[in-house]
Each structure stands twice: as structure tokens, then as C-alpha cells.
């Protein structure tokens, strides 16, 4: 399928971020789905990852969380919680303790794989039919939880293609490694890298094969994580090497591998190496397609934000109302929008969740020349653009009403529109919920609690940086202090 600018020289793209939904996608995140593609007319829409909630307990007997683990090897304590409260016992407690290796335990596990994937199909199917039924296009890239469901990314990629309008190719490479697994770079298709990673080239509007844009799709990894040497120590790395662009973490996970953790415990993943030879590799392929050996103006999509996106923030004392800590290697300090470099309404919510190490990626995109953008997901609250050293750098917040966001009037959908004459001044808006549908959800409860969720030390202080989250302790301190003293009060009186 050719994809190509209208005669009036516009192209639409729709991203759709963090869906993050278990079998039974929820009807708000679907009402708002078919609302934008009704308001934005796309000429593509684009999933930048974390379509799966693969933490979902409908998951649980194939759940990993980490790529390596073997199927509800660790399963969190948060997602036995809520499997009890939806009454679903997993497989390790449904009935006497089976030996992992034998074929009783193989055939049972063999039939929970194929209910997850028949699961999957049905996530797929429900978000992806308000496109179809529009005749939209689309293309999907992969976050740190879509494998989780214990379907890797190569085989999602697979059941994408079965639905009408994808356009993901069929690449021969497996996806992107975290530990020291090499992966084939041949392939026949030189616009495709990996499940996850390839170009859409937009041609021009006069009907010509000059390609006068591209979007690309890249998978971001999922988590960081190296195992110890031989004596239980950290392995180091040569610097420069691509294993020294994970960050060690995999030691802390073994040890905490049962925590309550909604905050992931290891620190993110990044691009690998061979997808960001593939981004600088791809324009020279599009600049001898067009004739003339020159990048093409090119807008990158992925879910994980790199590094530079805290360049879009400005420090600010710990005091500062609504503004938020850094995390793990930005931790300690608080940060607020830069509204020098972001465009106005541009809303930071919560802190940026990027890899612990620099990949190189944004010197990849400079470098290369004709990347104007790299647009992500991931920090469900995060809905900005800021433009630093040549390149935007901007977010979709979650789209997705079954897991931690902001208030339903803000989770919303990001419209694009490109013109063909200067695709880096495009026109960029969020097509929100409160502005398509209304201003609540159907469940304003679950809302609330995934907009004050609180997972440590920081979310709490991030949380009474609110200051109406803070005038709300303080009220309830004031009236717990009251009560505490009225019976202290009247306890003395009565001696």
C-alpha cells in the first residue's frame, strides 16, 4: 500500500499511546478511539506500544516480566491481588504442585498459551476495529509491557498482519535483545529492521515515486537488566560496547522479584544497536530511491523516551507547586515544563520514565539529518513538545482507561498534520476525551485512583505538589488533629 499526501498537500497521522488493556478493552478507550478518527480524518494512525496490559491478570498463568523469565515465574503480588478480586486463580493454585518439567505441566502450559493468544487476538480485534471500519491504515510499534502477556513481539507482529490495514512488514530479525543474543541485520527489505522498526515512506501528492516523507517506527526495547558475574558481583563493560548501554539492574530484580511493584523495580530499555544503524542507514536508502543521495524529512515514533526529553524541563526548587522528581539517574531533583523550548499547553504530569544509559539514539537522529521529531508514549500523564537543538521532542499521553493516567478529560489521542511543501512545520494537537465525549469517564472512580496513584516516596511528594491534592491532606490533617485534641481535651476534663 502506497501511502501519499492528499492533492492539498496535507498528511494525517493519528498516534495512539498506552492503550494498556487486558481482553475486554475498555468501551471509554474505544468511544474515544472511533471519536478521534471521526474529528482527526487520518490518513494513518500510528500505536506507539503498550497496546497490552500484559500485566493483566487474564494473563496471569503466561505472564513475564521479564523476556528471560519462564511463564509465571514471578507474577506480581499486585496482579495475584487483582486476580483474587476478579476471581481468577492461577495455574500454580488451582491444584497440586506439578513438576515444571513434566508433560502434564507442558500440556497445561501449551493450552494457557493458546487462550492468551486467542486473548490478544481479542484486544487486537476491539481497538482495532474503528480503524478498519474506517479503511485507516495503521502501524504499531512495542513497550515494555506488550510482551508481558507471554507472547513475544515477533509473534504480535504476526497476528497484527491479519488484520485488514496493517502495515508492518514481515521482517527475518527477532526482537530487539536486552542481554549479549546477537541478531541477523540481513534483510531483504531495506525500510525494515525488526518487529517494530521500519519506514512508512509518504510519496508526494502529484502521483510521482518521490518520497517527500517518511514516519518511522521504532521499538524502544522494553527493560535493562544484566545478570552478575560468576562471584554474584555486577558485570562491567568496555565503554562504548553495546552491552554497556544497559544499565545493570538485573541484580536488584532477582532479589525483589515479588514486590508490590507498580513502579517497575529495573530501569528502562533503549533501541538496539542495530536499530540505530538502521534509523541513520534507512535515509540513505530513501535519498538514492529519490535520486538526489539526500535524507527526507522524517518523524520518528516509539514508546520509550530517550535521555534528552529531560532537555524539555527546567529545574526548580522541591517546593514548586505541580512540579515533579526526576527518576534514577535524574533523581533528587524536581523539575517543572521549560516553556522556552515547549510549545504552549504543554503538560508534564509525571516524571520521565527513560533508560538509565545514553544509547546515542538522538545523536543518531542530528547526525543523520532529515529527522525533524521523535514522538513517545510511556508516561501516561506526559503531553508535551519542546524543540532542542534542531529536533522536537514530544509525547502522547495514554489514550487508555484501564491503567494509571490523568483525568479522563486529558487522556486523549495526538493528531498530526504534515505539509508536503515543509513536513518539519506540521500542526500537532491532543484530541482529548473531555473535548470529543465529556468531561467523566464511565468509571470516574478508577480514574481517580490511577490519576493519585502512589507508588513510592516520590509519587507521594510529586502528589502533594498538587496543590489540591496538598490542601486536601492538609484539611484532613487539620480535622484528624481536631478530633485527636477534642478527645484529648475531653479525656482530661472527665479526671
Known amino acids: 500500500m502506497t501511502l501519499r499526501f492528499r492533492r492539498n498537500g496535507t498528511f494525517r497521522v493519528l498516534q495512539m499511546a498506552d492503550i494498556q488493556d487486558g481482553p475486554d478493552v475498555n468501551e471509554d478507550t474505544l468511544r474515544l478511539i472511533r471519536a478521534a478518527i471521526a474529528e482527526g480524518d487520518p490518513d494513518l494512525i500510528v500505536f506507539t506500544g503498550d497496546q497490552i496490559r500484559g500485566y493483566d491478570p487474564a494473563y496471569i498463568d503466561t505472564f513475564l516480566r521479564r523476556r528471560d523469565d519462564e511463564p509465571g515465574e514471578h507474577i506480581r503480588a499486585v496482579t495475584r491481588l487483582e486476580a483474587r478480586v476478579r476471581g481468577i486463580t ?10 515444571a518439567d513434566s508433560a502434564d505441566h507442558q500440556a497445561l502450559l501449551a493450552a494457557a498459551m493458546d487462550a492468551t493468544r486467542q486473548k ?11 480503524a478498519i471500519e474506517a479503511h485507516v491504515p495503521f502501524a504499531t510499534t512495542y513497550g515494555n509491557h506488550d510482551f508481558q502477556c507471554g507472547v513475544l513481539v515477533d509473534e504480535q507482529d504476526d497476528m497484527y498482519r491479519e488484520f485488514d490495514g496493517c502495515l508492518n512488514p514481515k521482517t527475518d530479525n527477532a526482537p530487539a535483545p536486552t542481554d549479549d543474543d546477537s541478531r541477523a541485520t540481513d534483510n531483504a527489505d531495506p525500510l525494515a529492521c525488526e518487529p517494530g522498526t ?8 502529484d502521483g510521482s515515486d518521490r518520497i517527500a516523507m517518511s514516519v518511522m517506527m521504532v521499538n524502544s526495547g522494553d527493560y535493562a537488566g544484566k545478570a552478575g558475574d560468576e562471584d554474584g558481583e555486577p558485570a562491567s563493560y568496555m565503554e562504548g560496547t553495546p552491552q554497556a548501554l544497559h544499565s545493570i539492574t538485573h541484580e536488584f530484580y532477582s532479589k525483589h522479584s515479588r514486590a508490590l511493584d507498580l513502579a517497575d523495580s529495573a530501569g528502562y ?14 535515509q540513505h536508502h530513501l535519498g538514492e530511491v529519490n535520486g538526489d543521495g539526500k535524507p527526507v524529512p522524517a518523524i520518528a515514533f516509539q514508546h520509550i523516551p530517550p535521555q534528552e526529553f529531560y532537555r524539555c524541563l527546567r529545574p526548580v526548587p522541591a517546593w514548586t507547586p505541580n512540579a515533579v522528581e526526576g527518576t534514577r539517574a535524574f533523581a533528587g531533583q524536581c523539575y517543572v515544563i521549560d516553556e522556552s523550548v515547549c510549545r504552549p499547553g504543554s503538560i508534564l504530569g509525571e516524571s520521565i520514565g527513560c533508560p538509565d544509559e545514553d544509547c546515542g539514539e538522538v545523536d543518531t537522529l542530528r547526525r543523520t539529518g532529515g529527522y525533524f521529531a ?3 508514549g510511556h508516561d501516561h500523564k506526559n503531553s508535551f513538545i519542546g524543540h532542542v537543538d534542531g529536533l522536537d521532542l514530544g509525547y502522547a499521553p495514554t489514550c487508555g482507561f484501564e491503567s494509571y493516567g490523568p483525568k479522563s478529560a486529558l487522556r486523549g489521542i495526538r493528531l498530526f498534520v504534515f505539509h508536503e511543501d515543509d513536513p518539519a512545520a506540521y500542526d500537532s494537537r491532543m484530541l482529548t476525551f473531555g473535548e470529543l465525549i465529556g468531561p467523566y469517564s464511565s468509571d470516574e472512580v478508577r480514574v481517580f485512583f490511577g490519576d493519585h496513584l502512589m507508588t513510592d516516596g516520590a509519587s507521594v511528594r510529586n502528589q502533594l505538589r498538587r496543590p489540591k491534592v496538598f490542601l486536601a491532606a492538609l484539611l484532613t490533617l487539620a480535622a484528624t488533629a481536631h478530633v485527636v485534641w477534642h478527645d484529648v481535651i475531653r479525656r482530661l476534663w472527665r479526671r
Open 120 to 130: 490478544v487476538r481479542r484486544t487486537f480485534a476491539a481497538f482495532l476495529s474503528p
Open 198 to 205: 521500519f519506514a512508512l515512506p509518504i510519496a508526494a501528492s
Open 269 to 282: 530499555g533503549s533501541p538496539s544497536p542495530e536499530a540505530l544503524r538502521w534509523l541513520a542507514d534507512v
Open 90 to 99: 492461577p495455574m500454580d493454585e488451582s491444584g497440586p504442585d506439578v513438576d
Open 374 to 376: 521523535l514522538f513517545t
